[in-house]
């Protein structure tokens, strides 16, 4: 018993020293919102993304306002400027979306466009060869920049491999804002 007593003695002593050289990171939820980005026009935004996908990136239709308020719930007292286009075949879903939103209303954004993601993932009413790209969706912000990424263009068959290819194609996606964003 007293050799249990004394190494839990010495690991909460050691996990303390190395919690005192810690960064605190009790404001940060863990997103880019810590980061500082620079303003950056919606097509420099949506040309890095077309750039690292090349002829993977399918969406091809932009939305109007009217339509990111019905289809995504994102309304225009939300946004100071946005960019969301995806396919004109319906049968498609890869879509991009950027929005900026406007002061205090970044959760708001995310709430939105997250309450649309839900449904999608929750409708079974999906082509096979869209699953995949609706469950590898996702929202990242950056500052005040609310991006959702739905993308993959062709996906392999086998349904693991097709997740796997569409988090891949989102992830160039998001990684291609960040930059832009960045720089």
């Not at 863990?30 to 996908?53: P, Q, R, Y």
């Not at 400027?81 to 995806?86: D, G, K, P, R, V």
């Not at 929750?122 to 991006?147: A, H, L, W």
Request: proline share 3%.
């Amino acid at each position: 018993m007293k050799k249990v007593v004394a190494l839990l003695m010495i690991l909460l002593s050691f996990a303390a020293l190395t919690a005192c050289g810690k960064k605190d990171d009790s404001t940060s939820d863990g997103d880019n919102n810590d980061m500082t980005f620079k303003d950056v026009s919606m097509e420099d935004l949506k040309a890095a993304v077309v750039d690292v996908l090349g002829e993977n990136y399918w969406p091809d239709m932009p939305a109007d306002a009217e339509m990111l308020s019905q289809i995504y719930g994102v309304t225009s007292d939300m946004y100071e400027e946005y960019l969301a286009e995806s396919p004109m075949i319906s049968a498609n879903v890869d879509t991009l979306i950027i929005i900026k939103a406007k002061e205090g209303k970044v959760s708001a954004v995310e709430e939105a466009l997250g309450a649309y993601r839900d449904r999608m993932v929750n409708d079974t009413m999906q082509y096979p060869m869209n699953i995949s790209k609706i469950q590898s969706s996702r929202i990242e912000t950056f500052g005040n920049y609310v991006c959702f990424v739905q993308l993959g263009a062709e996906t392999p068959e086998d349904e693991e491999e097709a997740i796997l290819h569409c988090q891949e194609e989102n992830e160039k996606a998001i990684d291609a804002i960040r930059n832009a964003l960045s720089k």
